[in-house]
């Protein structure tokens, strides 16, 4: 087998990860890969490292000029699935893709691969209908399971168990101090949507969901975007003479990772967790 056959493992094994994730950590370590496409051992050393990073890289250029019906822009670089296990974080190697990757620091890598793993889950179903145009047996060698009701089409965030968080906390006013139901994918000025808005004549109140499926990248974006939205909300307030006071909070289903409860606790993002879905 050469780098093209591995490179066509590697990337059923990597549509396979998507279509069956369940939550959790989204990437999987150069070493697992190769364990999972049976590649060449030893998993060690430089020589793998760069052997690794050639099979990779023919996999990226595999799908790069396909057309994809219904998505604009280039297809996600799924290849940032794969990561150092030291780093977590993919190689310098990507710089084939984005070649600006190697000039960012750790910390900018990590928001660019989060930034690009919402884009790897947004694809959705549309990496089986790549792995049909490009030919692939997704279902080989056990990579993914025969029954393709586990697929998530629609990422964490659209899901059906992110939809009935949202519906949970629309439907709920009393919960959050309301008593009129909140109005869902609620438009900002901004351009973007709040997942629930709640609103009286004395104060608003914006919540973003998050579902039991969401990683530690999505978690953080929440914070982030609960302190973008709440800027865009006073902003409105202020245009609208209103200045009603505006808060907004995250609810989530799953645990916090300390890091991230220490940051929204430095952004004064106040965090809900509740398990609504039955896992």
């Not at 023919?58 to 822009?73: A, L, R």
């Not at 660019?112 to 884009?119: L, P, S």
Request: aromatic residues 12%.
């Amino acid at each position: 087998m050469d780098h093209v056959d591995y490179a066509r493992k590697a990337l059923s094994c990597l549509v396979q990860r998507v279509a069956n994730f369940k939550g959790g950590k989204k990437y999987l370590t150069y070493k697992q890969l190769a364990e999972n496409i049976e590649y060449p051992k030893p998993y060690t050393g430089n020589n793998f490292g760069r052997l690794m990073g050639v099979t990779l890289g023919v996999m990226g250029h595999m799908f790069e000029d396909c057309q994809i019906p219904d998505w604009k822009g280039r297809t996600p670089f799924i290849q940032t699935l794969v990561v150092s296990s030291g780093s977590k974080l993919p190689s310098d190697g990507l710089k084939e893709f984005y070649p600006d990757y190697e000039h960012l620091d750790r910390n900018k890598k990590k928001d660019y691969v989060d930034m690009e793993y919402k884009k790897v889950f947004d694809f959705g179903e549309r990496w089986i209908y790549l792995s049909q145009l490009m030919d692939l047996d997704i279902h080989e060698s056990g990579y993914i399971n025969n029954s393709i009701s586990l697929y998530n089409p629609f990422g964490s965030e659209g899901s059906p168990e992110h939809r009935k968080v949202v519906d949970f906390i629309a439907n709920n006013p009393s919960i959050f101090d309301f008593t009129t139901n909140g109005v869902k994918e609620y438009p900002l000025k901004s351009g973007d949507y709040i997942d629930v808005l709640f609103k009286s004549n004395s104060k608003v109140l914006g919540v973003e969901a998050k579902s039991y499926r969401s990683g530690e990248d999505d978690i953080q974006r929440g914070i982030y975007q609960c302190g973008k939205y709440l800027a865009t909300l006073k902003a409105e307030e202020v245009i609208n003479k209103k200045n009603r006071p505006c808060e907004t909070l995250l609810f989530i289903e799953s645990a916090v990772p300390l890091n991230l409860k220490n940051v929204a606790k430095k952004l004064n993002v106040t965090i809900v967790t509740k398990q609504i879905n039955v896992i």
